[in-house]
């Protein structure tokens, strides 16, 4: 119904804006890696800020299972409750997951699209067979 899906619409939008805070807090005050820092909104949509933060599933890092070795690292499940569904996917959905990059010099890119070879190599690094990392990167796959 309409006032569920306005909760659920508002849900995203609170995680949205936390992320928003939580970086500049990293940025200014708990990292202090740009302490002089005083963008106003507009540079903030513009990201004029220093550093990134990538996200699984999104075109910096397509591999969704990357978020199963954040989970396992940060113990969110105890934590916080925050889980994650047999397909990656977060739940409670209202979550972000992600990384921080500190360097100035980072930006974000699209990894487009990846050849077998390469599949296969990052298959052995992520001690993942050749064909689930395949499900896991099939819109980025070129053949």
């Not at 302490?35 to 909104?41: A, I, R, V």
């Not at 954040?70 to 047999?86: A, Q």
Request: aromatic content about 12%.
């Amino acid at each position: 119904d309409y006032n569920s899906i306005m909760i659920k619409a508002l849900a995203d939008r609170f995680a949205e804006a936390f992320t928003e805070c939580l970086h500049k807090l990293v940025r200014i005050e708990l990292w202090g890696y740009s302490k002089e820092e005083t963008l106003d909104n507009e540079e903030l949509i513009k990201e004029k800020y220093k550093g990134i933060r990538p996200a699984p599933g999104y075109p910096a890092c397509p591999d969704h299972l990357e978020k199963g070795t954040l989970f396992k690292m940060l113990n969110s499940t105890e934590n916080i409750g925050l889980e994650l569904t047999e397909s990656f996917a977060m739940y409670p959905a209202s979550a972000v997951s992600g990384w921080y990059f500190a360097n100035e010099n980072s930006r974000y890119f699209g990894l487009g699209k990846i050849k077998k070879d390469q599949v296969e190599d990052y298959a052995n690094r992520i001690d993942k067979s050749v064909e689930e990392t395949e499900k896991w990167l099939g819109s980025i796959l070129a053949y």
